[in-house]
């Protein structure tokens, strides 16, 4: 056979069906790799989805702990603040007490031995904080936020009006949060025709 018809035979109809066969399987293998491949993709995605979604829970439920303990943190910090505020009434009354005897000992070594402790604890209030609230007598208005009405009087004068007339108790502060309220008498004026 000659080399033409050699090249003629490679062209018959069962070579260009055995040419497309092998075209159609090598297609078919690629597109078949291409599908497994496309597969493990959307398997490796579900698996990632899955991790995903399982992390997600697992942040949520981290999330709700932390959430849960931060409630249990707060009242725990509040029972403390609560047992804190009353010890300090507690030691504020005690320092009011010991301030108001000063006046009812008559013997000077014993007063100025009270002196001595009321400053003691002067000391400390200011090394924690603690503020007397300010009050001038006839001259400082009533304000609900630090003061405590007791009771009223009667005072002559208009520009007594609502302003304290006697002090009770007295207030203290740290910063601006009021410890305890100073309890005032607060002065009426009545007008009278």
Request: include cysteine; glycine fraction near 4%; aromatic fraction near 6%.
């Amino acid at each position: 056979m000659s080399f033409i018809s050699k090249k003629i035979n490679q062209f018959k109809p069962y070579s260009l069906k055995n040419n497309f066969d092998k075209l159609s399987s090598d297609r078919y293998d690629s597109l078949s790799s291409m599908i497994k491949k496309i597969s493990r993709t959307g398997q490796k995605n579900v698996l990632i989805a899955n991790d995903l979604k399982t992390e997600l829970t697992n942040l949520i439920n981290h999330q709700d702990e932390l959430i849960s303990h931060v409630r249990q943190e707060n009242n725990l910090l509040k029972k403390k603040n609560k047992n804190l505020s009353e010890s300090m009434l507690g030691y504020l009354d005690a320092f009011d007490s010991l301030e108001g005897c000063l006046d009812l000992i008559k013997d000077e070594k014993v007063k100025k031995t009270f002196l001595v402790i009321v400053d003691m604890y002067k000391n400390t209030n200011e090394s924690l904080g603690i503020q007397r609230i300010s009050v001038e007598i006839n001259i400082t208005a009533f304000d609900k936020t630090i003061h405590t009405a007791i009771d009223s009087e009667t005072v002559d004068s208009v520009n007594s009006d609502k302003k304290i007339t006697k002090i009770i108790k007295n207030g203290y502060r740290i910063g601006d949060k009021v410890i305890r309220k100073s309890a005032v008498i607060v002065g009426r004026y009545e007008k009278h025709d």
